[in-house]
């Protein structure tokens, strides 16, 4: 069969072009060198060349329409391309009105333009498809759809947020990008910003293809959920927003969905006026401080998963043994089997794992909603009194009380039974890892694979590194944490590692101060208005005043027998886990009084996480952690350290700390 005469097309790097025997074009972006594909400054450059291209196709009748795929296996579009944001700042808003155009050529095109999407579709990437005439999704569990410029101190720039709410209406798209909660497929079709769906990326060329055709074209949001976004009804709906937002960020910390809401109350009425507005909006919060520390944050988030092993040295995980049925361990087993591992969890007795089991349950109700997909993920998790799953496990985690003895114990039944390729953690938050592995045959073996409470929400594992280890036991470690979705950060085994010596002179510091008669409404609320996510003593209780006195001695801050503390833990009250601590809890809050007045509550937050801040600086010192940079996400991802000023280090570099 003869090939297809292909016109002449302006030279491309990032994609490629082709016209079939029916006169459909087929454009595929293939970022060169690079996992993912994102729409950088070239890329957009030589997509406006293709689009020139495209128009005098269509008008001589040799193009009846283009289909926009993805050849990477990881998703479609990541995004714009994050590296050139600073580059980007010196030709605002210029650059942005650039593409706006480019996207209303794309979308003003006489013929139709159908985007199929596989994987993830976010940001700049989104924004490129809602510019298409139809979109199609395949709809599986890699697919993610979604504005994530919110975590990044800014919001969609490239024409999203009026197309966004043309097609999905003001409520629904303005939920997604205050929230940046990416979409699966399905929800992404419910709320009109998806056309199609399909089952795998075969059937995905073919209704590209049909869709071609048939010249279908996408419908926008229908008049009973676009009609919020008309007056009066919009003014209302924007203040309900900035009530809801205000709940989760301080404006002074977090100015973008602020800005995002002035936005959509100005032009949300008239799609094409709000993207006409976005430069103006966009612009000063690229320039913001905020911004630059949460892009800086990124890089630093993305640099973790290079501390693990790759191509062929990169091991798979399928079995993991949890010994300790607690909050803790209960916890790590749960969202092991809910990554996809098979689990086994020993405790004592059947009644003290059925805690977690139940926890578990929880867990994957609220994460994977549909029943088969609940019951295959309890199915991967298993009650295993005697321990049998030691011998099957490419993992085994330790999580018992911390104990330095029992640990010892448990250790030296289990390196009998493991595999020698098996990895062999404990999740002590404190006792050094040489102490533990001292009763072992192999001391290389043991690692520390700390994870933090609660374990579904907060990403960091620290990777503790004893000095008998070797450093593939290490990268392994890491490998593991990346494997279930954390963020793993190298630590040197001494007392408290990084997150916990860090934050115990903050946290007993506070204490102290209500010791001595200060009102614990106002240190929490201090630490609060300075952009820590909760206050020192909110969260001592949270962890648990016996977990809290027993670290705080570890790493050499005693907790005085005749304070306060001391009585509270004596009494059993040791916080949200029984009901009372320094605070009473009901339905999982504090149950806070009347905060004291104060002339500048940010100055004293400031005096509160001094202590944090400087024991931060003695890690970096002491080589705990290998820089500051891995200091500043490590403390970040740890303790939720006030993300927007860049982390304890990187504040106080720039005098906020």
Same mark, same amino acid.
């Given at each position: 069969?003869?090939?297809?005469?292909?016109?002449?097309?302006?030279?491309?790097?990032?994609?490629?072009?082709?016209?079939?025997?029916?006169?459909?074009?087929?454009?595929?972006?293939?970022?060169?060198?690079?996992?993912?594909?994102?729409?950088?400054?070239?890329?957009?450059?030589?997509?406006?060349?293709?689009?020139?291209?495209?128009?005098?196709?269509?008008?001589?009748?040799?193009?009846?329409?283009?289909?926009?795929?993805?050849?990477?296996?990881?998703?479609?579009?990541?995004?714009?391309?994050?590296?050139?944001?600073?580059?980007?700042?010196?030709?605002?808003?210029?650059?942005?009105?650039?593409?706006?155009?480019?996207?209303?050529?794309?979308?003003?095109?006489?013929?139709?333009?159908?985007?199929?999407?596989?994987?993830?579709?976010?940001?700049?990437?989104?924004?490129?498809?809602?510019?298409?005439?139809?979109?199609?999704?395949?709809?599986?569990?890699?697919?993610?759809?979604?504005?994530?410029?919110?975590?990044?101190?800014?919001?969609?720039?490239?024409?999203?947020?009026?197309?966004?709410?043309?097609?999905?209406?003001?409520?629904?798209?303005?939920?997604?990008?205050?929230?940046?909660?990416?979409?699966?497929?399905?929800?992404?079709?419910?709320?009109?910003?998806?056309?199609?769906?399909?089952?795998?990326?075969?059937?995905?060329?073919?209704?590209?293809?049909?869709?071609?055709?048939?010249?279908?074209?996408?419908?926008?949001?229908?008049?009973?959920?676009?009609?919020?976004?008309?007056?009066?009804?919009?003014?209302?709906?924007?203040?309900?927003?900035?009530?809801?937002?205000?709940?989760?960020?301080?404006?002074?910390?977090?100015?973008?969905?602020?800005?995002?809401?002035?936005?959509?109350?100005?032009?949300?009425?008239?799609?094409?006026?709000?993207?006409?507005?976005?430069?103006?909006?966009?612009?000063?919060?690229?320039?913001?401080?905020?911004?630059?520390?949460?892009?800086?944050?990124?890089?630093?988030?993305?640099?973790?998963?290079?501390?693990?092993?790759?191509?062929?040295?990169?091991?798979?995980?399928?079995?993991?043994?949890?010994?300790?049925?607690?909050?803790?361990?209960?916890?790590?087993?749960?969202?092991?089997?809910?990554?996809?591992?098979?689990?086994?969890?020993?405790?004592?007795?059947?009644?003290?794992?059925?805690?977690?089991?139940?926890?578990?349950?929880?867990?994957?109700?609220?994460?994977?909603?549909?029943?088969?997909?609940?019951?295959? $993920?309890?199915?991967? *998790? %298993? #009650?295993? +009194? @005697?321990?049998?799953? /030691? =011998?099957? $496990?490419?993992?085994? *985690? %330790? #999580?018992? +009380? @911390?104990?330095?003895? /029992? =640990?010892?114990?448990?250790?030296?039944?289990?390196?009998?039974?493991?595999?020698?390729?098996?990895?062999?953690?404990?999740?002590?938050?404190?006792?050094?890892?040489?102490?533990?592995?001292?009763?072992?045959?192999?001391?290389?073996?043991?690692?520390?694979?700390?994870?933090?409470?609660?374990?579904?929400?907060?990403?960091?594992?620290?990777?503790?590194?004893?000095?008998?280890?070797?450093?593939?036991?290490?990268?392994?470690?890491?490998?593991?944490?990346?494997?279930?979705?954390?963020?793993?950060?190298?630590?040197?085994?001494?007392?408290?590692?990084?997150?916990?010596?860090?934050?115990?002179?903050?946290?007993?510091?506070?204490?102290?101060?209500?010791?001595?008669?200060?009102?614990?409404?106002?240190?929490?609320?201090?630490?609060?208005?300075?952009?820590?996510?909760?206050?020192?003593?909110?969260?001592?209780?949270?962890?648990?005043?016996?977990?809290?006195?027993?670290?705080?001695?570890?790493?050499?801050?005693?907790?005085?027998?005749?304070?306060?503390?001391?009585?509270?833990?004596?009494?059993?009250?040791?916080?949200?886990?029984?009901?009372?601590?320094?605070?009473?809890?009901?339905?999982?809050?504090?149950?806070?009084?009347?905060?004291?007045?104060?002339?500048?509550?940010?100055?004293?937050?400031?005096?509160?996480?001094?202590?944090?801040?400087?024991?931060?600086?003695?890690?970096?010192?002491?080589?705990?952690?290998?820089?500051?940079?891995?200091?500043?996400?490590?403390?970040?991802?740890?303790?939720?350290?006030?993300?927007?000023?860049?982390?304890?280090?990187?504040?106080?570099?720039?005098?906020?700390?």
């Amino acid at each position: 069969m003869a090939k297809t005469p292909q016109p002449k097309m302006p030279k491309t790097k990032f994609w490629r072009f082709k016209i079939d025997v029916e006169k459909i074009g087929w454009l595929t972006i293939d970022t060169p060198k690079s996992p993912v594909n994102v729409l950088s400054s070239a890329a957009l450059t030589e997509l406006e060349n293709l689009v020139s291209r495209f128009e005098d196709l269509i008008a001589s009748d040799e193009l009846i329409g283009v289909i926009l795929l993805s050849d990477k296996d990881s998703g479609f579009i990541a995004g714009a391309d994050i590296s050139e944001f600073g580059e980007m700042m010196k030709t605002m808003p210029t650059s942005l009105e650039r593409v706006h155009k480019l996207f209303a050529r794309i979308e003003r095109l006489k013929a139709p333009f159908v985007s199929g999407v596989h994987g993830f579709c976010l940001g700049g990437g989104l924004e490129l498809i809602l510019a298409t005439h139809y979109r199609v999704a395949v709809n599986n569990d890699k697919t993610r759809i979604g504005f994530p410029e919110i975590k990044l101190g800014l919001f969609p720039g490239f024409g999203g947020t009026g197309r966004s709410l043309r097609q999905a209406g003001p409520v629904n798209a303005m939920s997604i990008m205050l929230s940046g909660k990416y979409l699966r497929a399905g929800a992404a079709r419910g709320m009109n910003l998806v056309d199609k769906l399909v089952q795998n990326r075969d059937q995905l060329r073919w209704e590209c293809r049909k869709a071609v055709i048939q010249k279908r074209k996408s419908k926008p949001a229908p008049f009973l959920k676009a009609v919020l976004a008309k007056a009066p009804l919009r003014g209302f709906v924007a203040k309900k927003m900035r009530q809801t937002v205000a709940k989760k960020a301080n404006k002074n910390h977090y100015p973008a969905p602020y800005a995002l809401i002035d936005l959509f109350e100005k032009h949300g009425d008239d799609w094409r006026a709000m993207i006409k507005g976005e430069p103006d909006g966009f612009s000063p919060l690229m320039r913001s401080d905020t911004s630059d520390n949460l892009r800086r944050l990124f890089f630093l988030s993305e640099g973790l998963k290079k501390q693990g092993l790759s191509g062929k040295d990169k091991p798979k995980f399928a079995r993991v043994h949890v010994i300790g049925g607690g909050v803790m361990g209960g916890d790590i087993a749960a969202w092991c089997a809910f990554r996809g591992m098979a689990v086994t969890l020993q405790d004592l007795d059947l009644e003290r794992i059925e805690p977690a089991l139940k926890r578990a349950k929880k867990l994957f109700k609220k994460r994977l909603r549909k029943p088969q997909l609940i019951s295959a $993920a309890m199915s991967r *998790i %298993e #009650a295993d +009194v @005697e321990g049998k799953g /030691i =011998k099957r $496990a490419d993992v085994v *985690i %330790e #999580a018992v +009380v @911390e104990n330095l003895k /029992i =640990k010892q114990e448990i250790f030296k039944a289990a390196e009998k039974q493991m595999k020698p390729d098996a990895i062999m953690a404990t999740n002590t938050s404190s006792i050094e890892l040489e102490k533990i592995a001292s009763v072992l045959k192999d001391k290389s073996r043991l690692i520390g694979l700390h994870f933090f409470n609660p374990v579904v929400q907060l990403p960091l594992v620290e990777i503790i590194q004893s000095k008998y280890n070797k450093e593939i036991d290490v990268k392994k470690g890491a490998s593991f944490a990346l494997a279930i979705g954390k963020s793993p950060v190298i630590v040197k085994s001494a007392t408290g590692f990084l997150v916990n010596r860090v934050l115990m002179p903050y946290m007993l510091g506070a204490v102290n101060r209500v010791e001595a008669g200060e009102s614990k409404e106002l240190i929490d609320a201090a630490a609060v208005a300075f952009g820590m996510p909760m206050g020192p003593i909110e969260l001592m209780d949270m962890v648990g005043l016996d977990v809290g006195k027993s670290v705080a001695e570890e790493v050499g801050f005693p907790v005085a027998e005749n304070s306060k503390f001391a009585a509270l833990v004596k009494a059993k009250k040791l916080g949200k886990k029984t009901g009372e601590g320094f605070y009473v809890w009901e339905k999982g809050k504090a149950q806070k009084g009347e905060t004291p007045e104060h002339k500048d509550l940010v100055a004293l937050g400031r005096e509160l996480v001094k202590p944090l801040v400087d024991e931060t600086e003695k890690c970096v010192k002491e080589k705990i952690v290998a820089n500051a940079d891995l200091a500043d996400i490590g403390v970040i991802f740890g303790t939720g350290f006030a993300p927007f000023l860049g982390g304890p280090l990187k504040a106080r570099k720039d005098g906020k700390a």
